[in-house]
C-alpha cells in the first residue's frame, strides 16, 4: 500500500508564492516519474509539470518560467515551486507517482489534492 499526501496549498494574492510538496510512503521499492497536475472548477485535469527519477522535467506552457518542479529521492517527495501567481492558477493540485511496490507491482497512485486559491 502506498499513500501520497500533499501539503502547501492555500489562499495567496496575485503576484504571490506558494510552495507544494508531496511525501510518498508505503510498500515503495522505487518510483519512476512524479508528476503535478490541477483540476479548476468545471475543467478537465491537466499536467502542470513532471519530472523523472534522475531529474528530467516538463511542464505545461502556461506555468514555463513562473514554476519549478523537484523530488528529493531520498524523501520520496516531489515540490512544485509556484511564482508569479495568477488568478487562472487557482485549481485543486494533485500530485501522482508512478511507483514499483516491494511486492514488484508497478502502479501510478494519486494523492487527495490540494487547494490552490489566487485571489485578492
Known amino acids: 500500500q502506498v499513500q501520497l499526501v500533499e501539503s502547501g496549498g492555500g489562499l495567496v494574492q496575485p503576484g504571490g508564492s506558494l510552495r507544494l510538496s508531496c511525501a510518498a510512503s508505503?510498500?515503495?521499492?522505487?518510483?519512476?516519474?512524479m508528476d503535478w497536475y490541477r483540476q479548476a472548477s468545471g475543467k478537465q485535469r491537466e499536467l502542470v509539470a513532471g519530472?523523472?527519477?534522475?531529474?528530467?522535467?516538463n511542464s505545461a506552457d502556461s506555468v514555463k518560467g513562473r514554476f519549478t518542479i523537484s523530488r528529493d529521492n531520498a524523501k520520496n517527495t516531489v515540490y512544485l515551486q509556484m511564482n508569479s501567481l495568477k488568478s487562472e492558477d487557482t485549481a485543486v493540485y494533485y500530485c501522482?507517482?508512478?511507483?514499483?511496490?516491494?511486492?514488484?507491482?508497478?502502479?501510478?497512485?494519486w494523492g487527495q489534492g490540494t487547494q490552490v486559491t489566487v485571489s485578492s
Open positions: 501522482n507517482a508512478d511507483v514499483i511496490t516491494t511486492d514488484w507491482r508497478r502502479r501510478v497512485y
Open positions: 519530472i523523472t527519477n534522475s531529474g528530467k522535467t
Open positions: 508505503g510498500s515503495i521499492f522505487s518510483i519512476y516519474d
